[in-house]
Antibody, heavy 119, light 110 residues
Framework: EVQLVESGGGLVQPGRSLKLSCAAS????????MAWVRQAPKKGLEWVAT????????YYPDSVKGRFTISRDNAKSSLYLQMNSLKSEDTATYYC????????????WGQGVMVTVSS | DIVLTQSPVLAVSLGQRATISCRAS??????????MHWYQQKPGQQPKLLIY???NLASGIPARFSGSGSGTDFTLTIDPVQADDIAAYYC?????????FGGGTKLELK
């Protein structure tokens, strides 16, 4: 059974940093691209980052480019999101998700972790 | 960016058909492959994949869910609607980066 379990969320002040983790199990982690998707309170879904199988390629929307860094450790079957220079608009539930193949739909999602950016 | 537009709310009666639409600001199809996908999200839960590539049912999803469409106009149909289907539904395109989602349609009981 595929499982994605996020951790590392919490309350952080604007301008500070936070690192999220996602522990994957139930599939061969190193064979899959991985991604982060977020959802602000009472709002819709927003793709945040994607990383290739080896970690050599990363992709971001303009809203987080230069502030967020996605990374992975295939030996530990773990995905990370380093978030720097956090803003109040980054307040959201962050989901770890697995994009399927070349079509990039998200076939598995974690339960999510809440990040609140507030002073 | 490709903008996906959904109606915010759809009210239906149990046992009836629900038709949820998603319109893209430009085509999300490539050589007859329709790069539009649908998710269901219940309150307090993570999204769940329902339909991929416009019309393919994801694993474990009941056959009362179906998807159709091409180009810029896509539809998710639930027939018949059951009480367990009351949730928010999101479309998502993977034709271009950034991957974008529709604003969601909240399915409510009439």
């Amino acid at each position: 059974e595929v499982q994605l379990v996020e951790s590392g969320g919490g309350l952080v002040q604007p301008g500070r940093s936070l690192k999220l983790s996602c522990a994957a199990s139930g599939f061969t982690f190193s064979n899959y691209y991985m991604a982060w998707v977020r959802q602000a309170p009472k709002k819709g879904l927003e793709w945040v980052a994607t990383i290739s199988t080896s970690g050599s390629r990363t992709y971001y929307p303009d809203s987080v480019k230069g502030r967020f860094t996605i990374s992975r450790d295939n030996a530990k079957s773990s995905l990370y999101l380093q978030m720097n220079s956090l803003k109040s608009e980054d307040t959201a539930t962050y989901y770890c998700a697995r994009p399927e193949g070349g079509y990039d739909y998200f076939d598995y999602w974690g339960q999510g972790v809440m990040v609140t950016v507030s002073s | 960016d490709i903008v996906l537009t959904q109606s915010p709310v759809l009210a239906v009666s149990l046992g009836q058909r629900a038709t949820i639409s998603c319109r893209a600001s430009q085509s999300v199809s490539i050589s007859s492959i329709n790069l539009m996908h649908w998710y269901q999200q219940k309150p307090g839960q993570q999204p769940k994949l329902l339909i991929y590539r416009a019309s393919n049912l994801a694993s474990g999803i009941p056959a009362r869910f179906s998807g159709s469409g091409s180009g810029t106009d896509f539809t998710l149909t639930i027939d018949p609607v059951q009480a367990d289907d009351i949730a928010a539904y999101y479309c998502q395109q993977s034709r271009e980066s950034p991957r974008t989602f529709g604003g969601g349609t909240k399915l409510e009981l009439k």
